[in-house]
Structures are given as C-alpha cells and as structure tokens.
C-alpha cells in the first residue's frame, strides 16, 4: 500500500487548526465571575449571537479541501460551546471582531495550552474527531474504513492530533513526528 504524504497529512492538521483558531478566541481571565459564573451570563445577549454567528461561520465556510469539515450542526454545537467556555472578552484578545466577522486566532500561543485542550474536547464531543479523521484517511480509497479507523484511532491517542490542530502553522519537527506516527499507524492497521 503505497504511504500518504507528509503533504496531505499536514493540510489536514493546518485546516483542522484553522477551523480550531476561529473557535478558541472566547475565555477570559480577568472577568469577574458574576451570579452565574459563566461569561456568557456577563454579555450582552447581541453581542453573544454575534459571537456564535462568527465562530460558526468560519467551521463551515471553509474552501480548503483538506479542512475538518464541520456540519451546520457540528460547527453550531462548536461555536456555542466555544463562545460558552472562553468569554466574548477571550475571543476578542484573540482577534475576533464582531463588526468585521473575524474570527479569531486559535494557535497556541496566545492561545493556552488549557484554551487548547478545552477547545479540542469541544471539536470532538461536537463533531467526533476520530470519525472525521478516519473518513479524511479512507477518501482516497488506499485505506478501508475499518483500517482508516484503525490508523484514525491511533494518531488522534498520540496527542499529535490535537498538537497539530493549535500549534505553528509550519512546523518541521511536529511534521516529521507526525509522518513517523501515521507511517507505523498504518502499518499496524494494514
């Protein structure tokens, strides 16, 4: 079976990380908690539909063929969630402009490693990573679906996965870590 490309690989990682970026502008910590608690509760209810109306716009707009490919439903449950879980405030530190629609950076920095971690169980409990990854690796037909789950099921466990999806753009050493990790993947599923 011939080897994906490192290529192929890393565009998935780059657009998932993309996709990630627009969702993980939205906590703040230097809000005061309020009754609630939530930094939704703080904002005005415009300003949170506006925040989700962004953060969704850019999991389902996107062109490249490579990206996480996120439902209307998936990337409403992400923006959500996201908006939920870091605060308009966060968002906006992270770029995120509401009059324009931009969304905001999810790259790590200035995103946290906590920011990071949350927002990946976000992206899986909205959208399961693993199915998503697994029918990525099976498109081109050289992997079934169950060794495209297999190989799936392996990568995303490495953490590189989640690794890929909030660091650098470009990244040589995650890159080689990554066609290692996805090359003994495969040839353990195959």
Do not use: W
């Not at 040589?172 to 090359?183: F, G, K, Q, S």
């Amino acid at each position: 079976m011939p080897r994906r490309t490192g290529t192929c690989r890393r565009s998935l990682a780059i657009a998932l990380t993309l996709a990630a970026v627009s969702l993980a502008a939205c906590s703040s910590s230097d809000e005061t908690p309020s009754s609630s608690g939530s930094p939704k509760d703080r904002e005005p209810p415009g300003d949170q539909e506006s925040a989700v109306k962004t953060v969704k716009q850019d999991l389902v707009e996107n062109d490249d063929p490579n990206a996480l490919i996120f439902t209307d439903s998936e990337a409403g449950c992400a923006a959500g969630a996201t908006v939920e879980a870091l605060g308009i405030t966060r968002l906006r530190e992270l770029g995120m402009n509401l009059e324009s629609g931009t969304a905001p950076t999810r790259t790590e920095p200035p995103l946290t490693n906590t920011e990071a971690d949350e927002l990946y169980a976000i992206y899986d409990r909205c959208a399961d990573l693993e199915s998503k990854v697994a029918t990525f690796f099976s498109a081109d037909g050289q992997l079934s679906p169950s060794q495209a789950g297999c190989v799936a099921d392996r990568y995303l466990s490495t953490g590189l996965f989640r690794r890929s999806l909030f660091g650098e753009d470009f990244d040589p050493a995650l890159n080689d870590e990554i066609d290692r990790t996805l090359a003994a993947a495969t040839a353990a599923c195959t």
